[in-house]
C-alpha cells in the first residue's frame, strides 16, 4: 500500500512522492509505483527495468468462520493453496530480482476471518511476540473508503484484537525485504487489515492516523477486498 507524501523535484520534473509502509519513498507512472533515489540532494528514479510477472508461489490461504463449520471439525478454517501476483505493486523491478518472493518468508500464511470471529484471538496471539506491526483500518463511506493506519516498532501490550473483532480481519507475517535494494538488516513484523462498512470510531478513536487513500486504485482495492468478502461470507 502507497500513501501520498508530497510534491518534489524527481528528474528535474516536479511529481507527487508517495510512501509505502516502510517510508520508502516512490513516484507512480499509468498506476503503477517505482522506487526513487536520493543522491546529493537530488532524487532521480532508479535504474530498474520490468516485464515478467512476479508473483509469490504456494502461499496458503486460510479462512476462518466459515458459515455451516462446527465445532467438531478438524480445523476452524478452509486452506487454499495460491500464488500471489504482485506485478502491479512492484512493476518495474529487475526481471532477475526475486526478493519480493520471500516478503512472507517462512510463514507464508494469510489469515482471513469473518465479522465477529471466535477464532481471532488465538491466530493474533501467535504473532504478539514480533518486533513491529502495521495496522490498516478501512472504513466504507457512502461514496468511497477512508483508510487509517497505525504504525508500531514494537506491538503494544495493550492492543486488544478483540475491538476489531466486528470488523472483517486479515492477518499475516511478513518482512521489509522486498527489492535487492531493501534495508539489509530487517525484521519480521505483523500486517493486519481491519475492513468494515460501520463506523470504526470507537475502536481506533485518536490513535490512527488517517491516510489518502481517495485514489481510484485504493478504491478499487478495497471494493474489490470487500466484495470478496461479502461474497465468501
Known amino acids: 500500500m502507497y500513501a501520498r507524501s508530497h510534491i518534489d523535484y524527481v528528474s528535474g520534473v516536479r511529481k507527487y512522492i508517495y510512501l509505502d509502509g516502510n517510508n520508502k519513498k516512490y513516484i507512480k507512472d499509468k498506476n503503477k509505483y517505482y522506487p526513487i533515489k536520493k543522491y546529493r540532494g537530488v532524487y532521480s528514479q532508479k535504474n530498474i527495468r520490468g516485464g515478467a510477472n512476479k508473483t509469490i508461489d504456494n502461499v ?3 479462512i476462518y468462520d466459515i458459515p455451516g463449520k462446527t465445532e467438531e471439525d478438524t480445523t476452524p478454517y478452509i486452506e487454499f493453496v495460491i500464488n500471489i501476483d504482485v506485478s502491479d505493486y512492484i ?7 526475486i526478493t519480493y518472493k520471500s516478503i512472507l518468508n517462512d510463514d507464508k500464511h494469510i489469515y482471513v476471518f469473518n465479522k465477529y470471529s471466535i477464532n481471532i484471538t488465538d491466530v493474533y496471539d501467535k504473532f504478539k511476540t514480533l518486533p513491529g506491526m502495521n495496522h490498516f483500518v478501512i472504513v ?8 487509517y493506519i497505525k504504525n508500531n516498532n514494537s506491538i503494544p501490550t495493550n492492543f486488544d484484537i478483540t475491538k476489531f473483532s466486528k470488523f472483517y480481519n486479515i492477518i499475516y507475517k511478513r518482512n521489509n525485504k522486498i527489492t535487492k535494494y531493501s534495508d539489509d538488516e530487517l525484521e519480521d513484523f505483523l500486517t493486519i487489515f481491519s475492513i468494515t462498512e460501520d463506523d470504526a470510531g470507537d475502536a481506533i478513536k485518536n490513535e490512527y492516523d488517517e491516510i489518502d487513500g481517495t485514489d481510484e486504485e485504493y478504491n478499487t482495492l478495497y471494493k474489490s477486498a470487500l466484495d470478496k468478502l461479502n461474497e465468501l461470507y
Open 91 to 97: 512493476d518495474g523491478v529487475d526481471d532477475d530480482d
Open 140 to 147: 466504507k463511506t457512502d461514496k468511497s473508503f477512508k483508510v
Open 60 to 62: 496458503e490461504l486460510r
